[in-house]
């Protein structure tokens, strides 16, 4: 007996159509989707882990960082920013191999091409820029071992990022970057392999500009750390009295 006259709607059945049209739909947004992903990572935005203590504690071992890939492009890399870039050859060890089947590896790869999961992170560094093409960088210290102050074009830097008890230089260093490339170091100053340690040939341990990836610019963090969600800002006031190239002798 029907109670106050209401009638109970009647689904119609699924047809081979309806359940086509449904896949077709559900396709066209996955493959969206992976457009999209792809366009951000191939353009804008790409995620690193952190895998060392270099550049603390601005960035500890395990943090994530957000990196812009629009500098250098339509943006400029400028002293101070923190850039992610590609091994400029044998500043890292050979990466240990990867453990997957053939299969597991293809789809790492595809993964990993349209920016779903992170990239291969033994290929890549993470420093900050002291000095840019043209720059002076020099450490003048008075004995082996003992702290030295860093200049850039004569200037004499004060770097509050440096990691606590972080001497700015302890070696003798006075090199010219070349046009085109950056010259890195961690904030960790003595826990850093950075553009001093890899001095000789043509770049004089500079970082040619092609290799770099990006500018990072969050510090990104899991739920249970909260606390390490930052955005990276540019010291500018660290750098602000740099002279430019060449005008630090007129």
């Known amino acids: 007996m029907r109670r106050g006259g209401a009638h ?10 309806r359940v086509a049209r449904t896949i077709r739909d559900l396709l066209i947004v996955v493959v969206a989707a992976l457009a999209l992903s792809f366009l ?38 400028h002293r101070g920013d923190i850039v992610v870039f590609k091994d400029p050859g044998e500043w890292l060890s050979p990466p240990p191999a990867a453990n ?15 920016g779903l999961a992170p ?6 560094l993470i420093k900050r820029v002291i000095g840019m093409g043209g720059d002076t960088v020099e450490c003048q ?47 960790n100053r003595q826990g ?9 040939g043509e770049s004089d341990g500079a970082v040619d ?4 990836v990006g500018v990072a610019k969050v510090r990104l963090a899991p739920f249970t750390k909260l606390s390490r969600l930052a955005l990276l800002r540019n010291p500018g006031a660290t750098f602000v009295d740099v002279p430019h190239p060449g005008l630090a002798e007129l």
């Open 141 to 187: 210290v008075a004995g082996a071992g003992q702290a030295g102050a860093l200049s850039v074009n004569g200037e004499v830097l004060s770097e509050p990022y440096l990691a606590e008890g972080a001497m700015p230089c302890t070696e003798q260093l006075s090199v010219t970057v070349p046009d085109g490339a950056v010259w890195v170091m961690g904030d």
């Open 100 to 114: 997957r089947s053939i299969v597991g590896e293809v789809w790492h790869a595809f993964l990993q091409g349209v």
């Open 192 to 200: 850093s392999m950075d553009s001093r340690y890899h001095r000789g």
């Open 209 to 212: 500009m092609d290799l770099v």
């Open 8 to 17: 109970r709607a009647v689904l119609p059945a699924p047809t081979p159509v």
């Open 40 to 77: 951000l990572k191939q353009v804008l935005v790409q995620t690193f882990s952190i895998p060392s203590g270099s550049m603390a504690q601005t960035l500890e071992e395990g943090d994530r960082v957000l990196v812009s890939k629009l500098a250098p492009g339509p943006l400029a890399v």
């Open 119 to 124: 990239p291969d992170d033994d290929q890549f």
